[in-house]
DNA sequence: CACGGGATCGTCT
DNA sequence: GACGATCCCGTGT
């Protein structure tokens, strides 16, 4: 059980990244709140080639700057004006490619996930989809560009030495990227097979 | 269960 | 000024 460090995000394989987080914990910790939850589905996004990236053709604003940051960072931002998404930075610096976190499966500090949902009952709508995981989390913009790999970030992603099959990991197109053309229909979306926690079907 | 629409605001044109 | 890596609720079946 520990915290992945830079290493691990720096690859330049997003998409082999992507599928390796799949089992492994998701983490926060505000104001001694500790939550968390099984990563159970995630997207790669590859800055330059890819139209459904916000850093195609290495377009570099203020929001994306922090996916041209080393590996191992958080990538946060507003969707819909109302939804914070998180994704970690993958690669070296000056190679944008991120990777959403879509869902994970509920594991620690539950009920403190339900407050901040206003939810009372435990199923998958508290964590299936990206908006809903962060807000179960506590996480907002306010933490983009945070390391998520030194000792003390409130948010970090953890091994706890799960064996996950590979057969059990599936693939199939992004999610609400149809206007990405060519790229639309990559299999860039990843998730472990007949976990309930899973945002789409 | 399938759908259709509204919420809501930062970001970029 | 348009739109989005979403979600939820209402309607109809």
Redesign the pocket.
């Known amino acids: 059980m520990f915290r992945l460090p830079d290493h691990f995000f720096q690859s330049t394989d997003v998409v082999g990244i992507s599928r390796a987080l799949l089992g492994k914990f998701l983490v926060t910790n505000f104001e001694d709140r500790l939550t968390a939850g099984r990563i159970v589905e995630t997207?790669a996004?590859r800055g330059p080639d890819d139209k459904?990236?916000?850093?195609h053709l290495n377009?570099?604003?203020?929001?994306?700057?922090v996916?041209f940051e080393a590996g191992g960072v958080a990538?946060i931002?507003?969707?819909?004006?109302?939804?914070h998404?998180f994704?970690v930075v993958t690669a070296e610096a000056g190679m944008p490619h991120?990777?959403?976190i879509?869902?994970i499966e509920p594991t620690d500090g539950i009920e403190i996930m339900q407050e901040r949902?206003g939810?009372n009952t435990l199923k998958p709508?508290l964590t299936?989809?990206?908006?809903?995981?962060?807000?179960a989390l506590g996480i907002d913009?306010a933490y983009?560009g945070i390391s998520i790999t030194d000792p003390g970030s409130p948010i970090w992603i953890e091994d706890r030495q799960e064996v996950l099959p590979p057969e059990d990991i599936c693939s199939g197109p992004?999610?609400?990227?149809d206007?990405?053309e060519e790229c639309k229909d990559w299999s860039w979306r990843f998730w472990i097979k007949g976990n309930r926690w899973v945002?789409?079907k």
């Open positions: 997207e996004y459904a990236c916000h850093a377009r570099f604003t203020k929001r994306t700057q996916m990538y931002y507003l969707c819909y004006g109302i939804h998404l994704n991120a990777i959403l879509r869902a949902r939810m709508q299936a989809g990206p908006g809903v995981m962060s807000k913009k983009t992004r999610i609400g990227i206007y990405a945002s789409k």
